[in-house]
């Protein structure tokens, strides 16, 4: 069963099932957009607002918690196996941030690929301990960048699906080259 379906069935409203989407981690807007557009038959402007909402919702709780939950999980063995491999994942998928910082993190969020969301920039804000506000408003701003990516290429349906598999095709091969020796 879709996402989507399951919430649906539950009753909740096309509205709430795509702000819901949204705030889910590794989906974020990037599902909750095209799920919205070409799925829900839910208008795009409509859809790009409530995923911007829902997207931003978990923001400001990763930014003020997770030092907090980071060090009462560490006490735990498995806890800090957790922390450690979540801190290595981010950093190494987020070098654009440690480099650039603000402006990283923008470029970071903004360019909807997996993993590279709001979720893993909150998180690479922390370990970079940029401060609260610098980091929500670069964040934002990458949100809303993506969102109008995302949008875009879901207006185009099919066509946008084909775009963005032949950009990802791209990426692989251009990260698969650049690594090589």
């Known amino acids: 069963m879709d996402i989507q379906q399951y919430f649906l069935d539950l009753g909740f409203s096309p509205s709430l099932v795509i702000f819901i989407i949204s705030t889910l981690p590794v989906v974020e807007l990037r599902g909750a957009i095209p799920v919205a557009i070409n799925i829900l038959d ?64 923008v470029m970071f969020v903004a360019v909807p690929l997996p993993l590279t969301g709001a979720w893993t920039g909150a998180i690479a804000a922390v370990l970079l301990g940029m401060g609260f506000h610098a980091a929500l408003f670069s964040i934002l701003t990458g949100v809303l960048i993506a969102g109008v990516i995302v949008t875009c290429l879901a207006l185009l349906g099919w066509a946008g699906a084909f775009i963005a598999g032949l950009f990802l095709i791209g990426i692989f091969i251009f990260t698969r080259l650049k690594s090589r020796p």
């Open 42 to 105: 839910y208008p795009w402007l409509g859809a790009y607002f409530l995923a911007i909402a829902g997207n931003m919702l978990p923001v400001p709780f990763i930014l003020q918690l997770l030092s907090w939950f980071t060090e009462k999980v560490r006490q735990y063995s498995w806890g800090a196996a957790f922390v450690e491999w979540l801190f290595a994942r981010t950093q190494k998928r987020s070098g654009i941030i440690f480099k650039y910082r603000s402006i990283g993190l």
